[in-house]
Nanobody, 127 residues
Framework: QVQLVESGGGLVQAGGSLRLSCAASGRTFSSLDMGWFRQAPGKEREFVGGISRIGGRTRYGDSVKGRFTISTDNAKNTVILQMNSLKPEDTAVYYC????????????????????WGQGTQVTVSS
């Protein structure tokens, strides 16, 4: 079973930055495709970005392209979401997700493609 623990959320002013981390355990980190999603009150869970285990490709949701960056620290079994130029509309609970056994260069972008989820961390951007 894969366990995911997010950290790094908080309150920040518009234009500021936050760095979210997700520590994975229970499986070899290199066997996992990793992703970030977010969910604001009353809205569906939205794809933020992901990184494929094969080839290390990244992909981002349209609303965060150019502002958010995903990376991994394989030594720490951690995926990082660097969020810059934050906007009030980025306010949401951010979830880390993982899947295993995928044999694709493509980044998984939908909720149903990920089998494992963290508990979420709140990000609030004030105007």
């Amino acid at each position: 079973q894969v366990q995911l623990v997010e950290s790094g959320g908080g309150l920040v002013q518009a234009g500021g930055s936050l760095r979210l981390s997700c520590a994975a355990s229970g499986r070899t980190f290199s066997s996992l495709d990793m992703g970030w999603f977010r969910q604001a009150p009353g809205k569906e869970r939205e794809f933020v970005g992901g990184i494929s285990r094969i080839g290390g490709r990244t992909r981002y949701g349209d609303s965060v392209k150019g502002r958010f960056t995903i990376s991994t620290d394989n030594a720490k079994n951690t995926v990082i979401l660097q969020m810059n130029s934050l906007k009030p509309e980025d306010t949401a609970v951010y979830y880390c997700a993982a899947d295993e056994g995928r044999f694709s260069f493509l980044v998984a972008t939908t909720v149903s493609e990920y089998a494992h989820w963290g508990q979420g961390t709140q990000v609030t951007v004030s105007s």
